[in-house]
């Protein structure tokens, strides 16, 4: 008679108890892994960004313009599946607060617009840690810009120079993108979607700011004339900045006058006393006309070039008449730097790069953002000049103090407290980010922090 097999006792034991609670640790660990493995991928501090992301983003696309575009689309599809890198927990803390037209800033470094031209993530940017986003520039009409190539790298030096031309997908497009930005917060915030719950969002009834949506973050826009409006119609100039505002004015928190690229032609000579007193006015009457409880501020970007002492007394000038609430210091630059800096080993390829057209930026500007900086924080403290009883020009103090940003060259956090020493409120970004990474403005604040520690 046949016998059925009993297996041993030991095989029970492993096949009921033992087998089960391994593949409940293996599981259990597997789950860890992941969970520790998003945690240190989406987190700015995380060293893979800067010293993997970025290397491999160029690998992959040589050209600077395309590493660029296909950066925004990574950005933006891992924001959409909450992949994306994030600050993580209150890393600002009290010490690096600044208030900047009535609002306490978290901290005062910001992004500079070129990075976001068309408003495609400014959500995605905020999560980075900057408590300024500043998108565009933004035309009345899409433009596609000078012709390509138009961006190029100088790795030895940090540095790039583009010739964009101020290329746009135009103020319509913009402006959709930033009315469904706070369409979404509505929603998620179950206000639902109509238009009295952007009512309450865009009037600061969702306690946030209309712009940024975030607390403690605004948002700034910086707008353009088109390139084929005629260079001497201050008229028509001044409309396409005005009809900006009207599109753009209400998602904003500070509306930008973009006056200084290198790359528009004719461009930089709207910085003369007149034209630029004209366009300004006409855009400070246009953003007090904003359909919300609370108007954007509005700032004038500036040229590095424009750095004689006649120029800036112009400058200031025009911002004193036309009521603009600050300046931003400064932009690309036309000049070039020494063919091989100090310090830097310059391949021939990048000294051949150095001759092409186009508006430089790199860590060699700082010092030169650093004296704008001074200079005009001294000239706009002085007031805006009148004419006492004899005639002599003397200044009035109780003007309003205008607030400075500055951008240019800055790339770690001693240079922004020097910036910031120097009479500025804010430190924006650019190139830095282009070469350290996401968290470039995580790193910049911690380096600030420990600064101040040491004092």
């Given at each position: 008679m046949a016998t059925s097999f009993?297996?041993?006792?030991?095989?029970?034991?492993y096949a009921q108890h033992i087998l089960p609670e391994m593949n409940r640790l293996v599981g259990a660990g597997a789950l860890l892994g992941t969970a520790a493995g998003y945690a240190y991928i989406t987190d700015t501090r995380a060293s893979i960004h800067q010293y993997f992301s970025v290397p491999a983003l160029r690998l992959l696309h040589q050209d600077p313009e395309e590493a660029h575009?296909?950066?925004?689309?990574?950005?933006?599809?891992?924001?959409?599946?909450?992949?994306?890198?994030?600050?993580?927990?209150?890393?600002?803390?009290?010490?690096?607060?600044?208030?900047?037209?009535?609002?306490?800033?978290?901290?005062?470094?910001?992004?500079?617009?070129?990075?976001?031209?068309?408003?495609?993530?400014?959500?995605?940017?905020?999560?980075?840690?900057?408590?300024?986003?500043?998108?565009?520039?933004?035309?009345?009409?899409?433009?596609?810009?000078?012709?390509?190539?138009?961006?190029?790298?100088?790795?030895?030096?940090?540095?790039?120079?583009?010739?964009?031309?101020?290329?746009?997908?135009?103020?319509?497009?913009?402006?959709?993108?930033?009315?469904?930005?706070?369409?979404?917060?509505?929603?998620?915030?179950?206000?639902?979607?109509?238009?009295?719950?952007?009512?309450?969002?865009?009037?600061?009834?969702?306690?946030?700011?209309?712009?940024?949506?975030?607390?403690?973050?605004?948002?700034?826009?910086?707008?353009?004339?088109n390139k084929l409006t005629p260079d001497n119609d201050i008229k028509a100039i001044a409309n396409d900045y005005v009809t900006c505002v009207n599109h753009l004015a209400k998602y904003a928190d500070i509306l930008v006058v973009n006056v200084s690229s290198p790359n528009t032609p004719g461009l930089r000579d709207l910085q003369a006393t007149g034209p630029l007193t004209a366009i300004l006015s006409a855009v400070v009457e246009a953003a007090q006309s904003t359909e919300?409880?609370?108007?954007?501020?509005?700032?004038?970007?500036?040229?590095?070039?424009?750095?004689?002492?006649?120029?800036?007394?112009?400058?200031?000038?025009?911002?004193?008449?036309?009521?603009?609430?600050?300046?931003?210091?400064?932009?690309?630059?036309?000049?070039r730097p020494d063919p091989i800096p100090k310090g830097y080993v310059m391949p021939s390829r990048e000294e051949k790069i150095l001759s092409?057209?186009?508006?430089?930026?790199?860590?060699?500007?700082?010092?030169?953002?650093?004296?704008?900086?001074?200079r005009y924080r001294t000239k706009l403290d002085q007031g805006p000049p009148s004419s006492s009883g004899d005639g002599t020009?003397?200044?009035?103090?109780?003007?309003?103090?205008?607030?400075?940003?500055?951008?240019?060259?800055?790339?770690?956090?001693e240079q922004c407290l020097q910036i910031l020493n120097a009479g500025a409120s804010v430190c924006q970004v650019y190139t830095a980010m282009m070469y350290g990474g996401v968290g470039t403005v995580t790193r910049i604040k911690q380096e600030m922090r420990d600064a101040m520690q040491k004092k």
């Open positions: 009993q297996p041993p006792v030991q095989q029970l034991l575009h296909a950066g925004i689309r990574y950005i933006k599809g891992l924001y959409n599946f909450n992949l994306h890198p994030r600050e993580r927990g209150n890393v600002d803390g009290d010490s690096l607060k600044v208030e900047v037209f009535g609002h306490v800033l978290d901290n005062p470094v910001g992004t500079s617009a070129g990075i976001d031209k068309n408003a495609e993530i400014p959500s995605p940017l905020f999560a980075l840690g900057p408590a300024i986003v500043e998108v565009g520039g933004v035309t009345p009409l899409p433009q596609e810009g000078n012709p390509q190539p138009r961006v190029f790298r100088l790795p030895s030096q940090n540095a790039l120079i583009n010739r964009y031309g101020l290329n746009s997908e135009g103020v319509e497009h913009v402006a959709m993108q930033l009315r469904q930005r706070v369409r979404q917060f509505a929603y998620d915030n179950g206000l639902g979607l109509t238009p009295e719950s952007e009512r309450i969002v865009l009037d600061g009834e969702a306690q946030v700011p209309p712009g940024s949506l975030v607390p403690g973050k605004l948002l700034a826009v910086q707008i353009a004339k919300r409880k609370t108007k954007p501020a509005v700032m004038v970007k500036v040229s590095p070039d424009e750095d004689s002492d006649a120029q800036i007394e112009g400058i200031c000038s025009a911002v004193w008449s036309s009521g603009v609430d600050g300046i931003i210091v400064g932009n690309t630059t036309k000049k092409e057209m186009g508006g430089y930026s790199g860590p060699q500007m700082f010092g030169r953002t650093l004296d704008l900086v001074k020009a003397t200044h009035k103090s109780t003007e309003k103090e205008k607030v400075l940003f500055a951008t240019g060259g800055i790339t770690n956090g």
